[in-house]
């Protein structure tokens, strides 16, 4: 009977740290603190599916950063700049998407090149 229980305990336990994989992805994804709060809880486990997910997002605030410096520049850059937040925008929401469905995909347009540009963020 103890036998059964030490299994279960550890299935749980598996259903728990995908869970936890899950939450630290999305909490990525909500704000700045979040995407810190998730490096720095990820750093204990390393766990893949997370790590993936901070990446990318580390990857849209630096592209919402190059977007407020090019917004600085009058007329040319403000216009770029109000695309680019739109174009951000349906990036962020598409890779929350893929982290709450479980899902490793990239976001959508620059995803590909935050998976090289940041392949040394563990």
Known sequence: ??????????????????????????????????????????????????????????????????LGVVGVIPILGWIINILGIFVLLYMWVMALMNALNGKESPAPILGKKYEVWFVGIQ
């Open 1 to 66: 009977m103890k036998n059964t229980d030490t299994k279960l305990d550890a299935a749980q336990t598996v259903t728990t740290t995908g869970e936890n994989d899950k939450t630290m992805a999305i909490l990525a994804y909500v704000t700045i603190i979040g995407l810190v709060a998730a490096f720095v809880m990820n750093n204990e486990k390393k766990q893949e599916f997370a790590s993936y997910h901070i990446r990318q997002s580390i990857g849209l605030c630096i592209t919402g950063l190059a």
